[in-house]
């Protein structure tokens, strides 16, 4: 390996160099197009303060856009021998203006340059998977409306309790995901912070000018005190993975729910044989291996905030080199969740609804508050009409009566799917349009 940009005429054992540098050269790829964006702003400000020239200015600022347009076309590598993506950038600066690409990292350090490309990717990362978010709950919501007089069972500690619709199921998992924007959005607020300029966590003699770069970058605020700046490493990932982890539980419960209902025991829902699984012995079976699955990995993304409290939790301030498995945790985290939130969409678009679960008298039960409540609307008092209800059950005399009449806000007679599309769009925009 050759010596890194760090060295000082000295080069690391390879031993050491393989084991230091870890997974960077893969995952650093994510970071590419942040990292040039970050170095675009930063060499604006520098030529702003007189450490470079006009003509220094444009000859890195061309030279960075192609290497820009080399990341979006995927044809952008990290060499072999090169440490990670900052590295790879200034070398290639450097081959093609020598002493002018060696200029770029004036003012700063790559403590902060990472930091700072890893809130622009969070930020980036915020917005996709707002909007995967929003895909998957206009279909819940379509799907509520679509089957709101549909009525299921509702189970309290797994046992038969009320009557339930899907409108209800549906709606329920759709408003829950509102929850999970909104610790998105608060996520948000703490990555939208630069910390660019904080350098190695003590500052600059550099007169550097951060309001600038805040501006370029397009952040709403700044880390003002640069050791707060650098001890926002860790904390930044952990809340956008504690919103990671509440869009898991979230999906991870309905994929609990669904692997449920599809069973032939319950047979609420179904999918075309195309989309589920077989046995290798068991040739009728038509396996959830799908939801299973999503569920598997959600319980998975909905560790990462532990790991990365154990990771940090005992750090004292300052840059440590612990940090760099933060990427490792988080990034994989990432991928994993947005496939599970695309592919419970496409899931979604291809079920069925059972629309007549409660004709099988199994399920007669579930109507005993709404005749417990029918005749406390008839004049008796609450607990003597539990009583007597409970009577006829025990003696198997109970007649169900299958009709409900619920209209309050949020039962099943008042969905309130206007009310809760509200709730999202205000949510859902204030992430996507947050300026």
């Given at each position: 390996m050759?010596?890194?940009?760090w060295?000082?005429?000295?080069?690391a054992?390879?031993?050491?160099?393989?084991?230091?540098q870890?997974y960077?050269?893969n995952?650093?790829?994510?970071l590419?197009?942040?990292?040039?964006?970050g170095s675009?702003?930063?060499?604006?400000?520098l030529?702003?303060?007189?450490?470079?020239t006009q003509k220094e200015l444009?000859l890195?600022?061309?030279?960075?856009?192609?290497?820009?347009?080399?990341?979006?076309?995927?044809?952008?590598?990290?060499?072999?021998?090169?440490?990670d993506?900052h590295?790879q950038?200034e070398?290639?600066?450097?081959?093609?203006?020598g002493?002018?690409?060696?200029?770029?990292h004036?003012?700063?350090?790559r403590?902060?340059q990472i930091?700072?490309?890893i809130?622009?990717?969070?930020?980036e990362?915020c917005?996709d998977?707002t909007?995967e978010?929003?895909?998957?709950f206009?279909?819940l919501?379509?799907?509520?409306?679509?089957?709101?007089?549909?009525l299921m069972?509702?189970?309290?500690?797994g046992?038969?309790?009320?009557p339930?619709s899907?409108?209800l199921?549906?709606g329920?998992?759709?408003?829950t995901?509102?929850?999970?924007l909104?610790?998105?959005?608060?996520?948000?607020?703490?990555?939208?912070?630069n910390p660019?300029?904080s350098?190695?966590?003590?500052?600059?003699?550099?007169?550097?000018?951060?309001?600038m770069?805040?501006?370029?970058?397009?952040?709403?605020t700044l880390?003002y005190?640069v050791i707060?700046?650098?001890?926002?490493?860790?904390?930044?990932?952990?809340?956008f993975?504690f919103?990671l982890?509440?869009?898991?539980a979230?999906?991870?419960?309905f994929?609990?729910?669904?692997c449920?209902y599809?069973?032939?025991?319950?047979?609420f829902i179904?999918?075309?044989?195309?989309l589920?699984t077989?046995?290798?012995?068991m040739?009728?079976?038509m396996?959830?291996?799908v939801?299973e699955?999503i569920?598997?990995?959600?319980?998975?993304?909905?560790s990462v905030p532990?790991e990365?409290t154990?990771?940090?939790n005992?750090l004292?301030?300052g840059?440590?080199?612990?940090?760099?498995?933060?990427?490792?945790?988080l990034?994989p985290?990432?991928?994993q969740?947005?496939?599970?939130i695309?592919m419970?969409?496409?899931?979604?678009?291809?079920?069925n609804?059972?629309?007549?679960i409660?004709?099988?008298?199994k399920?007669?039960h579930l109507?005993?508050v709404?005749?417990?409540?029918?005749?406390?609307?008839?004049?008796?008092p609450?607990?003597?009409a539990?009583?007597?209800?409970?009577?006829e059950v025990s003696?198997?005399?109970?007649?169900?009566?299958?009709n409900?009449?619920?209209?309050?806000?949020?039962s099943?007679?008042n969905?309130?799917?206007e009310?809760i599309?509200?709730?999202?769009e205000?949510v859902?925009?204030a992430?996507?349009n947050?300026?």
């Amino acid at each position: 390996m050759s010596s890194p940009l760090w060295s000082k005429g000295t080069s690391a054992h390879q031993k050491v160099a393989r084991f230091t540098q870890g997974y960077d050269q893969n995952l650093d790829l994510v970071l590419a197009k942040h990292d040039i964006d970050g170095s675009l702003a930063h060499i604006k400000m520098l030529c702003s303060i007189g450490l470079l020239t006009q003509k220094e200015l444009d000859l890195l600022s061309f030279e960075l856009m192609i290497i820009r347009e080399e990341v979006v076309t995927k044809n952008f590598i990290i060499e072999q021998d090169v440490e990670d993506v900052h590295s790879q950038i200034e070398i290639l600066l450097t081959r093609k203006l020598g002493d002018v690409g060696k200029k770029i990292h004036s003012g700063r350090s790559r403590n902060d340059q990472i930091i700072t490309d890893i809130k622009l990717y969070l930020r980036e990362e915020c917005r996709d998977i707002t909007k995967e978010v929003r895909a998957l709950f206009d279909c819940l919501q379509r799907l509520s409306e679509q089957h709101k007089d549909v009525l299921m069972p509702g189970y309290t500690h797994g046992q038969v309790a009320m009557p339930s619709s899907f409108g209800l199921w549906f709606g329920a998992y759709s408003e829950t995901l509102i929850d999970d924007l909104q610790l998105l959005s608060a996520a948000y607020a703490i990555i939208n912070q630069n910390p660019l300029g904080s350098a190695a966590g003590y500052g600059s003699s550099f007169p550097i000018d951060r309001l600038m770069t805040t501006q370029l970058l397009g952040f709403e605020t700044l880390h003002y005190n640069v050791i707060a700046a650098q001890m926002s490493r860790g904390k930044t990932e952990l809340s956008f993975a504690f919103a990671l982890a509440s869009i898991a539980a979230t999906l991870g419960k309905f994929a609990a729910d669904c692997c449920l209902y599809m069973c032939p025991n319950f047979g609420f829902i179904s999918f075309p044989e195309s989309l589920c699984t077989g046995s290798s012995i068991m040739p009728h079976k038509m396996n959830p291996d799908v939801w299973e699955l999503i569920r598997a990995r959600c319980s998975r993304v909905q560790s990462v905030p532990n790991e990365i409290t154990q990771l940090c939790n005992h750090l004292p301030h300052g840059y440590h080199r612990d940090y760099q498995l933060l990427k490792e945790i988080l990034f994989p985290a990432i991928g994993q969740l947005r496939e599970c939130i695309n592919m419970s969409e496409f899931m979604l678009s291809h079920l069925n609804v059972n629309q007549h679960i409660l004709d099988d008298p199994k399920y007669d039960h579930l109507f005993t508050v709404e005749e417990v409540n029918r005749r406390v609307l008839q004049g008796i008092p609450f607990r003597d009409a539990y009583t007597s209800v409970g009577k006829e059950v025990s003696e198997g005399t109970f007649t169900a009566t299958k009709n409900h009449h619920h209209t309050h806000i949020g039962s099943m007679g008042n969905l309130c799917t206007e009310e809760i599309r509200a709730k999202m769009e205000k949510v859902s925009q204030a992430l996507l349009n947050p300026h």
